[in-house]
């Protein structure tokens, strides 16, 4: 596939249920702007861009970038996963430790 990289994009925004206005207004770009990323493959995203795109999709750029790569790994859902729990408050991140503490003790 030649645009493997707008190739990913489409089919990951379309399985978050984002338009193209959705997810343009989460990087802070225009419709147009993720169409001729995911439709034409010429323009290249700044990193920064890039960042801003896997974060509202639940990936890592290099996922997206990596055109070997064609599944998420575990280890880039990992990274998505304590990217969100990172974010959190410290009073969230409390209460998730000790969800997970008390379902380790069960085993």
Do not use: H
Request: aromatic share 6%; charged share 35%.
């Amino acid at each position: 596939m030649a645009n493997l990289l707008g190739a990913k994009i489409k089919e990951l925004r379309k399985k978050k249920g984002l338009t193209l206005e959705q997810l343009a207004e989460k990087i802070g770009s225009g419709k147009s702007y993720i169409w001729e990323l995911e439709n034409r493959g010429v323009k290249r995203p700044s990193a920064e861009k890039l960042t801003l795109i896997a974060k509202a999709l639940d990936v890592t750029a290099e996922y997206l970038i990596n055109n070997e790569q064609t599944e998420p790994s575990q280890d880039m859902e990992r990274e998505v996963f304590f990217r969100k729990f990172n974010s959190l408050d410290k009073e969230d991140q409390d209460k998730i430790k000790d969800i997970v503490d008390m379902w380790s003790k069960k085993s």
